[in-house]
């Protein structure tokens, strides 16, 4: 069974940094990409940045200089390093992975449960 887990979220202040992981657990096959993505109340689902199998990245143009992601050892592992952090950034932060999973044939998407960030003084 395939479990996506974030870790990293808090409390911090703005202009403040913070670190997110993304850990794929399971027997897996192959990850497409990895990315991650921001909710708040009451708002859509937004993409924040993503990481292909090449290691191409992409970000929304709201954190272009600000966050940066990469992978850790193998591609299990994903960071989400956020800098300058303001309160437009507070959310709860989601993981997905888009992976090949064992007895599957096709590529799907996995989310795991979110990770609270809350920039405030």
């Known amino acids: 069974q395939v479990q996506v887990e974030e870790s990293g979220g808090g409390l911090v202040q703005p202009e403040g940094s913070l670190r997110l992981s993304c850990t794929v657990h399971?027997?897996?096959?192959?990850?497409?990409?990895m990315a991650w993505y921001r909710q708040t109340l009451g708002k859509q689902r937004e993409l924040v940045a993503s990481i292909a199998g090449d290691g191409t990245t992409n970000y929304a143009d709201s954190v272009k200089g600000r966050f940066t992601i990469s992978r850790g050892n193998g591609k299990k592992v994903v960071y989400l390093q956020m800098n300058s952090l303001n309160p437009d950034d507070t959310a709860v932060y989601f993981c997905k992975a888009d992976l090949l999973s064992r007895g599957t044939r096709d590529y799907s998407d996995y989310w795991g449960q979110g990770t609270q960030v809350t920039v405030s003084l």
């Open positions: 399971g027997t897996i096959f192959d990850i497409n990409s």
